[in-house]
C-alpha cells in the first residue's frame, strides 16, 4: 500500500528539529515575494515570466488542469510557486536520507512576513542554503544582523552555508551585447537584462566570500545530442565528497559563472567547471573563455568552522534535466561529512 501524501500546512510556526547527527538542512529564498510577484507584466526587464507566457513558451507542457486558471496562480507568482514546486524531489530526497524534514524560509514571504537570516532559523539548520533569486533592483541587503549571526553559526563546527547567486544577464548598458547574451541562452522566457543576487552578493562580501556572479552561459551538448557536456570535476581537491558519482549539472540555458576575485588556492578550491556552447557566440568565449566555475568550496578557515560553498540553485530543482546525477549531488550534500 503507498503511503499517502502528508497534508501541506501553510503560514504556521517553524517547529525546530533536533539534533542527532544527521544534517538538518533549510532552505532560504532571498526574495520579497510580493515584489517579485507584482512586478508590471508590461516591465520587459529585470522581472519574472508569468505562468501565461511560460505556458506560451514551453507548450504544451503546462496545458493541463494541474496548471489552469481554477487550480494554479497564473501571473508571476505561479511561476515563483513552480520553483517551489521544482524542488520538492530534492527536499524529498534529503528528508529520506537525513530523516529531518527540509525547512523552507523565504525572505518576504506570500503574506508579507519578513524573515531575516537569526537564530530562529540557524539554531536547527547544519546546512543553509541561501538561494539567490532576488532581482537587485528589489534592493534586499543583508543587515549587519544577519551577517553576526551568520558569522556566529559559522564558528559552530558542522554547520555548511551554500550560496547560490543567480544569473546576471545583459548588465551592460550597450543593447548589441544584451541581444547577443539573448540570442547565446536563447531562452524566451528571460528578458534581455535579469539581473539577480543582491542579497548573495550582500553576504558574501560581508563573509570574505571571493567571489562574483556573472554572465548567464549556456553549457555545451555532446556533440550529435541534445545531452548536456560532462562536468570538469577536480576530484583529487574534493575533501566533502560533493563531486561522488556526478557527473553533470542540470542544463539551464543561462548558468552563472562564479568569477574569483582572489587567487584559487587551499582555502579557496573550484571543484567543478562546465563547458560553454561553442556554437553560440557571448563575450566570455570571445575572450578565451571556454568553460565556467560552476562549483566552489571553501573549507574552514580560521574563526569560520563551517564550509561555505557555491553552486546555482537550479541544480536542486527539477525543471532542467539531469536529476539522475543531480540525486548523486544531492545525497552528498546531504551526508557532508
Known amino acids: 500500500m503507498n503511503t499517502p501524501v502528508p497534508a501541506r500546512t501553510y503560514n504556521q510556526h517553524h517547529i525546530a528539529r533536533h539534533h542527532d547527527g544527521r544534517r538538518r538542512i533549510s532552505i532560504y529564498w532571498t526574495w520579497s515575494y510580493p515584489w517579485e510577484a507584482q512586478r508590471d507584466p508590461a516591465e520587459i526587464y529585470n522581472r519574472f515570466s508569468t505562468i501565461t507566457e511560460v505556458r506560451n513558451v514551453a507548450w504544451p507542457s503546462y496545458e493541463t488542469a494541474q496548471y489552469d486558471a481554477a487550480h494554479f496562480l497564473q501571473g508571476i507568482a505561479g511561476t515563483l510557486e513552480l520553483f517551489h514546486r521544482s524542488t520538492l ?18 525572505r518576504v514571504d506570500q503574506a508579507g512576513y519578513t524573515l531575516p537570516l537569526d537564530e530562529r532559523i540557524l539554531a536547527d539548520t547544519d546546512t543553509l542554503m541561501v ?27 558542522g554547520t555548511c552555508l ?26 524566451r522566457l528571460v528578458p534581455r537584462q535579469q539581473r539577480f543576487g543582491q542579497y548573495t552578493r550582500s553576504l558574501m562580501r560581508a563573509l570574505d566570500v571571493p567571489v562574483h556572479n556573472i554572465w548567464g552561459l549556456r553549457p555545451a551538448v555532446v556533440g550529435g545530442t541534445g545531452d548536456i557536456a560532462p562536468i570538469t570535476g577536480f576530484r ?28 584559487e588556492g587551499d582555502g579557496l578550491r573550484v571543484l567543478a567547471r562546465q563547458r560553454v556552447d561553442p556554437g553560440r557566440a557571448h563575450p ?12 566552489i568550496w571553501m573549507p574552514p578557515s580560521g574563526a569560520r568552522a563551517g564550509d561555505i560553498v557555491l553552486i546555482d540553485s ?24
Open 162 to 187: 551554500l550560496l547560490a547567486p543567480h544569473h546576471d544577464v545583459g548588465f551592460t548598458d550597450d543593447p548589441a551585447q544584451r541581444q547577443v547574451e539573448y540570442e547565446h541562452h536563447g531562452d
Open 236 to 263: 583529487d581537491l574534493d575533501d566533502p565528497g560533493l563531486l561522488g558519482e556526478v557527473t553533470t549539472f542540470s542544463f539551464h540555458p543561462h548558468l552563472p559563472h562564479y568569477e574569483l576575485t582572489a587567487p
Open 284 to 295: 566570455f568565449t570571445d575572450a578565451g573563455n571556454t568553460d565556467f566555475n560552476a562549483l
Open 89 to 106: 524531489t530534492f527536499q524529498q530526497l534529503a528528508q529520506e536520507v537525513t530523516g529531518h524534514a527540509v525547512a523552507v524560509f523565504q
Open 314 to 337: 537550479t541544480h536542486f530543482t527539477t525543471l532542467f534535466g539531469g536529476t539522475d546525477s543531480l540525486r548523486h549531488l544531492w545525497r552528498n550534500l546531504a551526508t557532508m561529512g
Open 131 to 157: 538561494f539567490g533569486l532576488d532581482h537587485l533592483l528589489s534592493g534586499q541587503e543583508a543587515a549587519p544582523e544577519e551577517v553576526a549571526a551568520l558569522q556566529e553559526w559559522l564558528a559552530r563546527e
